[in-house]
């Protein structure tokens, strides 16, 4: 097939690994099992294979093809890398009691939330048993932390929620955190493993850090002004589940007292009524704050196009440009 003729670069990320991540899901499948544990096949599976992008292991994937890598071991660490996307997207689930995920019923609504965190854990167990084969005690390294950096974030979520004291400022380090690290870790370890030069893996570990930024920050404003039908969520389901997302926390930090008061009444104090999320958006639009997030979607966009500028000449480097291109151009 044509690669050219796909128009949304993980399409053609996904043709142009085809071969690879067919392998990469045979070993998820094989590794997902337990002998003794029947629910965690059961649990893993139901959102295994529910689908969703793969992004994250095709990113260590096209990082480990870009800098020259045939070994078996790139498979090995992009099975890896969605093994810990697994696990954290169980835990994320029982933390936000979540009912959904990816148009499915989650996996804490069909069984409990004991079994989402017990399986949870498993995956992140199993994920380092896979990191170990690579046999690399620097990649270990890498991955090892950025399980440390997710949870680290995912705690200082917890804690700054409803808190209309955080700043832009821990909001980045939220997000650099709980999707950011991951991201940074596919793509320098894919790096690391075909032992490119370090100018080349630096420039892969900024840019999947700039890429999960600029996701993240496209994807919360794209709750308040997204399409319904091509996001899968409810314009407004950050506001009504009272989310310090970066287009609020702007209007906070540009808010009058009456304004504030607004603020208090829906986020930190979760009193909502009929007509408080046109109230929301119109004070967003007063201080242009959906405005200025956009711009800041785009700055980290072009900074992951930046990063790039070490890594060797490569089909696969073009596409991963331009997928932080797509990243954002869900907000034209």
Known sequence: MDTRTIAKPQDRLADALASEMDAVNT?????????????????????????GKRLRPMLTLAAAGMCGYEGPHAVTL???VEFIHTATLLHDDVVDESHQRRGRPTANLL???????????????????????????EILGVLANAS?????????????????????AIYMQVIRGKTAALFAAATEVGGMIADAAPETINGLRDY?????????IADDLLDYQGDSAATGKNVGDDFR?????????K??????????????????????????????LA???????????????????????????????????DILSDLADFVVSRLA
């Not at 069984?111 to 005690?137: C, H, P, T, Y």
């Not at 999947?208 to 993240?216: P, S, V």
């Not at 589940?241 to 926390?249: A, G």
């Open 27 to 51: 070993l998820i499948r094989t590794r997902m099992g337990s002998e003794h544990a029947p629910r965690i096949p059961e649990v893993t599976a139901h959102l295994v294979e529910a689908g």
């Open 78 to 80: 992009a099975a890896t």
């Open 111 to 137: 069984w409990d939330n004991k079994s989402s965190v017990l399986v949870g854990d498993f995956l992140f167990s199993r994920s380092f048993q896979l990191m170990v084969e690579a046999g690399r005690i």
């Open 148 to 168: 440390a950096t997710i949870a680290e974030g995912e705690v200082l979520q917890l804690t700054a929620a409803q808190d209309l004291a955080t700043t832009e």
């Open 208 to 216: 999947g850090e700039a890429l999960g930024i600029a996701f993240q």
């Open 241 to 249: 589940e009272r989310k310090l997302t970066l287009p609020v926390i």
């Open 251 to 280: 209007a906070i930090a540009a808010a009058d007292a009456e304004e504030r008061a607004f603020w208090q009444r829906t986020i930190a104090d979760g009193k909502q009524q009929d007509g408080d999320l046109d109230h929301a």
């Open 283 to 317: 004070l967003m639009n007063r201080h242009g704050t959906l405005t200025a997030t956009r711009d800041e979607a785009y700055r980290w966009a072009a900074a992951a196009r930046s990063a790039l500028a070490p890594c060797p000449a490569h089909e696969l480097r």
